[in-house]
């Protein structure tokens, strides 16, 4: 039957989700049962696309994102696909009306990055919309549940808080983003003199982009509204320990946070928001 087969493809983009991202996980389990398996499969697909470019160093990358890029297309289309990931991802845009220009913008982004090396304004914030602002549409369509109304209103939180963990992701893998890949996404800025005030107007960006970010999340339905805090809780505090580390010490090792802090912030996003009825900046 194919609702075994569809099962089957969501089980698989959970799969990635858990082993990728521990973060994302977590802010997933605290959604509405019934949009766990949307997110899932919205997740699976981004991160594989961007897998491609990130680390298939031996490989022809750029063969194999078009490769890629084809057959999610043609998955949409034909609404099924053998690849599991691609499979779910095409039952997320049927059932919740994925836009088209969304996916374009992504994929257009994970090709910029096959061959820039050092981002300009102006690339740097198309990258942004693609890679990560239009990822935060995907889901915000899926947790409107159809409501174009509120889709509308919460268009623009939904893309700073895409484009806010994108950055902190950036301040957090600036060496081994320059390193291994030999990138430099932020505008202006010279890897190997990277300094404190450097470092100082990124973080003005980023905050700017969780403030605008928190408005739209106090909006959001019941169903979505603590799994998004919970995620965005976790990068405020991921970001906060990166502005609390020297330059230095930022360009020299990745800042993490513990899965002991990370369950510590779960506890307390559940805390406030049962005990006292709010959600904390």
């Known amino acids: 039957m194919i609702d075994l087969f569809n099962t089957t493809a969501f089980a698989c983009s959970k ?7 521990n973060s994302f996980s977590m802010g997933i389990k605290a959604l509405d049962k019934r949009l766990h398996d949307a997110i899932y499969g919205i997740y699976g697909f981004v991160r594989f696309a961007d897998e491609i470019v990130d680390t298939f160093h031996n490989h022809n990358k750029h063969e194999l994102l078009q490769e890629f890029k084809r057959d999610t297309y043609k998955a949409i289309e034909q609404r099924i696909s053998l690849n599991p990931v691609l499979h779910a991802f095409q039952l997320v845009v049927h059932q919740y009306n994925i836009r088209p220009e969304y996916i374009e913008a992504f994929f257009r982004s994970m090709e910029m990055d096959l061959y820039n090396v050092a981002y300009e304004p102006e690339n740097y914030n198309e990258y942004i919309y693609g890679s990560a602002e239009v990822v935060g549409l995907m889901c915000l369509q899926v947790f409107c549940e159809g409501d174009e109304q509120l889709f509308t209103k919460l268009l623009e939180p939904a893309r700073a808080l895409g484009a806010a963990f994108q950055k902190v992701n950036f301040l957090r893998d600036i060496k081994s983003d320059f390193e291994e890949r030999g990138r430099v996404y932020f505008p202006g800025i010279n890897f190997h003199a990277f300094d404190a005030q450097s470092k100082k107007l990124i973080e003005q960006d980023i905050e700017n ?8 999340i106090v909006q959001l339905p019941s169903t979505s509204r603590f799994g998004v805090y919970l995620a965005y809780t976790y990068y405020l505090k991921l970001f906060n320990k990166i502005r609390n580390t020297p330059a230095e010490r930022v360009a020299s090792a990745r800042i993490r946070i513990s899965n002991a802090r990370k369950v510590w912030l779960l506890a307390k996003a559940y805390w406030n928001k049962t005990l006292f009825g709010f959600y904390a900046q």
């Open 15 to 21: 799969k990635v989700t858990v082993l990728y991202s």
């Open 209 to 216: 982009d969780f403030k605008a970010a928190y408005a739209g």
